[in-house]
């Protein structure tokens, strides 16, 4: 039976009425791409499909959606209700691909893919396609004409025709069986060429320790959970049928990594780490409840083959101490940066830079584009969920900030906000929340997408400012001809 779209030309609450095609086709194993090869095939310039050149123009919603910009910039709401979207992908083609989520908070969706395209030009999504019923995943990423999507428990490589929006068959499994209980199951997948796959596996628990989340239960040492979670993994993103052990533990330590990217030109790994939970609530002794409200930072670090991030053993203090300190699970106080088990802090993996308590990360972006002013590019973006153990301080959170940084991944200036106001409440938060982003992802005309996985809604943000002196000129001109704020 074949899928089914459905146009649309506004975005109240919109039923989507698509079918999985029941039919499976012969794959064939596609020529390997270079990195540099692979980074073009996601937001490159290479487009076949007539539709998806055609330039309309974009006209930014008078409101931007809700959000708040910096000057210059504005933004025009894609799609909304479209369930706990995730992570997004766009083809060269600029139709994009969602991940629904699926996990205790949010019930099995329709579809766990959702397709979009604006065929029109006007920057809403006016075709939408959705398959892989029944279940969804919060991990998606594209190559060489292979769509892949990240469930909980595995990852599935769907093949799409040049102009299609849904798969000619039904999915491959490239790697099944993975760890999807406890507190962290979310699977971010990250392709660096068409044979090196990043999958994120969180760790099960707050801190390892011999009864989770619960008040003075020490830490096990050595963690159990460290060879097969709290890591990254690499998969042959060519094959099928692999198992977690098929695959080979990349990085170590890292508690959950939702937020992962690829710097485009070093084709290294970095990530934005989930940190821990309850330090007042299990260790009153040695933290009042203001500073678990501030601590630990959120940390954005380089993921180098073999780097270890030291969870659960440390965590990085960037109000008090300003370094990693040993976790109270294994003797630490808030001060002390070695342990008896023979842990030292000060060996792990550093960050280099951090962010607020309790923000959870969970997108990532390298801007690789034009459209934006030149001090954007090679800088991250990094989108924030919002957290919920900020009390007695308000909890935060609910943005997507920019970190400045060099094109050999190095930061050079400080992080700042660039969209805010998602929560659209004054709280209590997260449950007032109208809107929590989590992924980023960029267009192949250099704008910049956001997803809701509150209110289902993609946003996309585009510049129609003035350029400054030494920002690139190519194209712009173009680009604000078809550009138009509110």
Not at 68 to 74: A, M, V
Not at 160 to 179: A, K, N, R, W
Not at 377 to 390: E, L, P, S, T
Request: proline fraction near 8%; glycine fraction near 12%; aromatic fraction near 10%.
């Amino acid at each position: 039976m074949p899928a089914l779209s459905r146009r649309f030309h506004a975005y109240p609450t919109i039923a989507l009425v698509t079918a999985l095609a029941a039919c499976s086709e012969p794959t064939t194993v596609p020529s390997t791409l270079s990195p540099s090869a692979a980074a073009a095939d996601r937001n490159g310039s290479t487009d076949d499909h007539p539709e998806a050149r055609r330039r309309g123009r974009v006209q930014c919603d008078a409101d931007n959606g809700g959000i708040t910009l910096p000057p210059g910039f504005c933004a025009v709401v894609v799609a909304d209700n479209l369930g706990a979207a995730r992570h997004m992908v766009l083809t060269p083609a600029g139709d994009l691909f969602v991940a629904i989520n699926q996990g205790a908070r949010d019930p099995a969706p329709p579809f766990g893919i959702i397709a979009l395209r604006d065929a029109n030009g006007d920057g809403k999504a006016d075709v939408m396609q959705g398959f892989n019923p029944g279940k969804g995943g919060s991990g998606i990423d594209w190559l060489g004409g292979r769509l892949y999507f990240g469930e909980n428990d595995r990852v599935l490589r769907y093949r799409l025709h040049s102009g299609d929006l849904t798969p000619s068959g039904g999915p491959e499994v490239v790697v099944g069986g993975l760890p999807n209980t406890g507190d962290h199951i979310s699977k971010t997948v990250v392709l660096r060429d068409e044979r090196t796959l990043f999958v994120n596996i969180g760790s099960a628990t707050n801190s390892c320790q011999v009864a989770n989340r619960q008040a003075q239960s020490p830490g096990i040492f050595p963690c159990p959970e460290l060879p097969v979670r709290a890591g990254v993994w690499t998969f042959n993103a060519l094959g099928t049928g692999q198992t977690e052990a098929n695959g080979q533990r990349y990085a170590t330590g890292y508690r959950n990594m939702v937020a992962l990217a690829l710097q485009p030109r070093t084709h290294e790994l970095f990530g934005v780490q989930h940190g821990r939970d309850m330090l007042f609530e299990n260790w009153p002794q040695f933290f009042t409840v203001d500073e678990d409200a501030v601590l630990p930072a959120e940390e954005l670090v380089h993921i180098g083959r073999g780097s270890n991030n030291g969870w659960p053993y440390c965590y990085f203090d960037a109000v008090f101490q300003h370094r990693k300190v040993l976790a109270p699970e294994y003797g630490g106080d808030g001060e002390k940066v070695q342990g008896t088990q023979g842990i030292d802090c000060a060996s792990y993996n550093q960050p280099l830079v951090t962010f607020g308590a309790h923000w959870a990360p969970n997108g990532m972006h390298f801007y690789d584009g034009k459209q934006f002013p030149t001090r954007y590019r090679n800088g991250a973006f990094v989108a924030f969920h919002g957290g919920f153990d900020r009390a007695p301080l308000p909890n935060e959170g609910f943005k997507v900030m920019f970190v400045p940084m060099t094109k050999d991944g190095q930061p050079s200036g400080a992080a700042e906000v660039f969209a805010d106001n998602f929560a659209g409440s004054p709280g209590p938060l997260p449950a007032t929340a109208k809107h929590r982003p989590v992924g980023v992802a960029e267009g192949p005309d250099g704008s910049l997408y956001i997803s809701d996985d509150r209110g289902g809604r993609i946003y996309r943000v585009i510049f129609v400012g003035q350029r400054g002196d030494g920002d690139d000129d190519d194209d712009h001109d173009a680009q604000r001809d078809d550009h138009h704020g509110p």
